[in-house]
């Protein structure tokens, strides 16, 4: 397995094993809800994600357990949160994740926020556009009908109106002209950001954002240009980049992870929920098509996601006591819904596992999960995850639990609702599960 080298840290002896335990224990009996707070880092809301936490989460971890310099990983880093939080620390941030869309977020928020300054000129690459809608209509309209393959053009037809197509080509055929790499990054985050989003949107598709589009037919899409344009400023305004660090983005799946063992300081994650329940391709899909990717391409990588509801070609793995009962709880109310879980379960341990691996003596590792509940069946994931990250060899020092927020966490429903059901009435806390590697070889 090729491994990426990460900087060398020497051993320091600045704090006894006694005082770090008690700072980890602190934070996760604390409150860890952080409800009504704003972060001042604008590059959280570049772009719409669902079910990231609240940056105040890894924030308060990586200020009180870390030091400047030291190396703060995610491996399963979503939106970039806590990479983010990483960097404006003066931490090193070291991220990996399979989904495209992830790593192209990281790209932009990591590395296009250095280059990006207020002077950019928005209005002359908006400019460009609109003189090629106007004066090349037919070259653009032959370039959208070579972009896709059959089925890829299908799912675009059936989500995107025509004219809404011909601005979409448009935009991203310019940002593709861009030779800056970081410029471009930032261009294709911006671009991504008026399909996926909370509300309006270019698609017509309602709910983007939440993984549960519907197709409303008498939906009057936003016109690409203008919806580009406001959030072009809208991201450049006051925007100031606060990192004081490297980062490290890796294309890569959180059960093999390209690190070596004893070179993380600290690891805050948050894993998908099992089943599915958050199907995240199911929304990233509706801009990585503009992107250059396939929609076969797009639901074979989705296989392949921890959680995934797929039950064939995987490979089971032996559980812990608690856990195995879990499993053949639900599978005998639902045998597919058993073997789903055993995946989940299996995946997750592969996954705690490398965190296990790559994690310093004596440092901690953060694991952030929903409440699910599978056939009407809590299946105790705080619980299960916990005996999973104990028979992988962490110590488990408490499981700290947050009322989730979910304005700020992007579910699919709100707090005022009525009658609440489905998934609203399922995902109301989560569990912060404080995991630590024994061993003192860092004088921790």
Same mark, same amino acid.
């Not at 675009?156 to 448009?170: G, K, R, S």
């Not at 995902?427 to 404080?434: A, L, P, S």
């Given at each position: 397995?090729?491994?990426?080298?990460?900087?060398?840290?020497?051993?320091?002896?600045?704090?006894?094993?006694?005082?770090?335990?008690?700072?980890?224990?602190?934070?996760?009996?604390?409150?860890?809800?952080?409800?009504?707070?704003?972060?001042?880092?604008?590059?959280?809301?570049?772009?719409?994600?669902?079910?990231?936490?609240?940056?105040?989460?890894?924030?308060?971890?990586?200020?009180?357990?870390?030091?400047?310099?030291?190396?703060?990983?995610?491996?399963?880093?979503?939106?970039?949160?806590?990479?983010?939080?990483?960097?404006?620390?003066?931490?090193?941030?070291?991220?990996?994740?399979?989904?495209?869309?992830?790593?192209?977020?990281?790209?932009?928020?990591?590395?296009?926020?250095?280059?990006?300054?207020?002077?950019?000129?928005?209005?002359?690459?908006?400019?460009?556009?609109?003189?090629?809608?106007?004066?090349?209509?037919?070259?653009?309209?032959?370039?959208?009908?070579? #972009?896709?393959?059959?089925? $890829? %053009?299908?799912?675009?037809?059936?989500?995107?109106? /025509?004219?809404?197509? !011909? =601005?979409?080509?448009?935009?991203?055929?310019?940002?593709?002209?861009?030779?800056?790499?970081?410029?471009?990054?930032?261009?294709?985050?911006?671009?991504?950001?008026?399909?996926?989003?909370?509300?309006?949107?270019?698609?017509?598709? #309602?709910?983007?954002?939440? $993984? %549960?589009?519907?197709?409303?037919?008498?939906?009057? /899409?936003?016109?690409? !240009? =203008?919806?580009?344009?406001?959030?072009?400023?809208?991201?450049?305004?006051?925007?100031?980049?606060?990192?004081?660090?490297?980062?490290?983005?890796?294309?890569?799946?959180?059960?093999?992870?390209?690190?070596?063992?004893?070179?993380?300081?600290?690891?805050?994650?948050?894993?998908?929920?099992?089943?599915?329940?958050?199907?995240?391709?199911?929304?990233?899909?509706?801009?990585?098509?503009?992107?250059?990717?396939?929609?076969?391409?797009?639901?074979?990588?989705?296989?392949?996601?921890?959680?995934?509801?797929?039950?064939?070609?995987?490979?089971?793995?032996?559980?812990?006591?608690?856990?195995?009962?879990?499993?053949?709880?639900?599978?005998?109310?639902?045998?597919?819904?058993?073997?789903?879980?055993?995946?989940?379960?299996?995946?997750?341990?592969?996954?705690?596992?490398?965190?296990?691996?790559?994690?310093?003596?004596?440092?901690?590792?953060?694991?952030?999960?929903?409440?699910?509940?599978?056939?009407?069946?809590?299946?105790?994931?705080?619980?299960?995850?916990?005996?999973?990250?104990?028979?992988?060899?962490?110590?488990?020092?408490?499981?700290?639990?947050?009322?989730?927020?979910?304005?700020?966490?992007?579910?699919?429903?709100?707090?005022?609702?009525?009658?609440?059901?489905?998934?609203?009435?399922?995902?109301?806390?989560?569990?912060?599960?404080?995991?630590?590697?024994?061993?003192?070889?860092?004088?921790?």
């Amino acid at each position: 397995m090729l491994q990426v080298e990460l900087p060398l840290k020497l051993p320091r002896a600045d704090e006894e094993d006694g005082s770090y335990a008690d700072r980890m224990l602190g934070l996760l009996q604390g409150d860890l809800g952080f409800h009504g707070q704003k972060s001042p880092n604008i590059f959280h809301s570049w772009h719409a994600f669902p079910a990231k936490f609240p940056p105040q989460l890894p924030h308060a971890f990586i200020a009180e357990l870390t030091q400047p310099g030291d190396i703060v990983f995610d491996p399963m880093m979503g939106s970039c949160t806590t990479l983010l939080e990483a960097v404006a620390l003066g931490r090193a941030a070291v991220g990996t994740d399979i989904d495209p869309l992830s790593i192209r977020l990281g790209q932009a928020k990591l590395i296009a926020a250095r280059a990006v300054s207020a002077g950019i000129r928005g209005h002359e690459f908006l400019e460009r556009v609109r003189q090629r809608l106007s004066q090349q209509p037919e070259t653009l309209q032959k370039a959208l009908e070579k #972009r896709f393959d059959e089925k $890829t %053009r299908s799912f675009v037809d059936y989500w995107f109106a /025509p004219h809404t197509q !011909l =601005e979409l080509i448009a935009l991203i055929r310019e940002i593709e002209r861009i030779e800056d790499p970081a410029l471009r990054a930032f261009f294709t985050l911006t671009f991504s950001s008026i399909i996926i989003t909370k509300s309006g949107g270019v698609s017509m598709a #309602r709910d983007l954002a939440h $993984t %549960r589009p519907h197709r409303v037919t008498d939906k009057v /899409p936003n016109s690409p !240009l =203008e919806e580009f344009g406001k959030r072009l400023q809208k991201n450049l305004k006051n925007m100031k980049w606060q990192g004081r660090s490297e980062s490290t983005i890796l294309e890569a799946n959180s059960r093999k992870l390209p690190l070596g063992e004893n070179s993380i300081d600290l690891i805050v994650t948050s894993p998908p929920y099992a089943s599915n329940a958050i199907d995240y391709m199911r929304a990233h899909k509706f801009s990585l098509v503009w992107l250059g990717y396939a929609v076969d391409h797009l639901s074979q990588l989705r296989r392949g996601y921890i959680g995934g509801d797929a039950t064939t070609g995987i490979e089971y793995l032996p559980m812990p006591s608690y856990t195995q009962k879990m499993i053949h709880h639900l599978s005998a109310a639902d045998a597919k819904k058993g073997k789903v879980l055993h995946r989940y379960y299996s995946e997750m341990t592969e996954s705690l596992s490398e965190m296990q691996r790559v994690l310093r003596p004596g440092c901690a590792a953060i694991v952030v999960v929903g409440t699910s509940v599978i056939r009407g069946i809590d299946i105790q994931i705080h619980h299960c995850l916990r005996e999973i990250g104990e028979a992988v060899g962490f110590e488990h020092v408490h499981t700290g639990v947050r009322q989730l927020d979910r304005d700020k966490r992007m579910m699919p429903a709100r707090w005022n609702r009525k009658n609440n059901t489905g998934i609203e009435a399922r995902m109301h806390e989560e569990y912060v599960i404080g995991f630590r590697k024994p061993g003192t070889e860092d004088g921790r």
